[in-house]
């Protein structure tokens, strides 16, 4: 569900796939465009991180840069509200 604004719909299975330079997470819990914008700049403001792309039909996030970690990218979700990932690793598109 939403957290933010409680728009709320199931979760996605989470995980996370290194495609380069880019790292693909899953998150559950975006429904909506508050979401986005919420996880986009949480982690945005990660040191490193160059670039934040959230598809929200797909539950997952790209993010592109150096020098961040997993467990980062994570503080930056829960700041957000949401859930970042499990071990199954996301499909990348």
């Not at 700041?79 to 499909?91: D, H, I, K, N, Q």
Request: hydrophobic residues 35%.
């Amino acid at each position: 569900m939403c957290t933010a604004c409680s728009c709320g719909t199931a979760d996605n299975a989470s995980a996370r796939k290194e495609t380069g330079g880019e790292s693909v997470y899953r998150v559950d819990g975006m429904t909506c465009g508050h979401c986005v914008s919420s996880v986009s700049a949480e982690i945005g403001e990660v040191t490193g991180v160059s670039d934040v792309r959230v598809d929200l039909a797909g539950g997952s996030v790209t993010v592109t840069g150096t020098g961040f970690s997993d467990e980062e990218i994570r503080a930056a979700v829960d700041r957000a509200g949401y859930t970042l990932g499990g071990v199954s690793p996301a499909v990348a598109s």
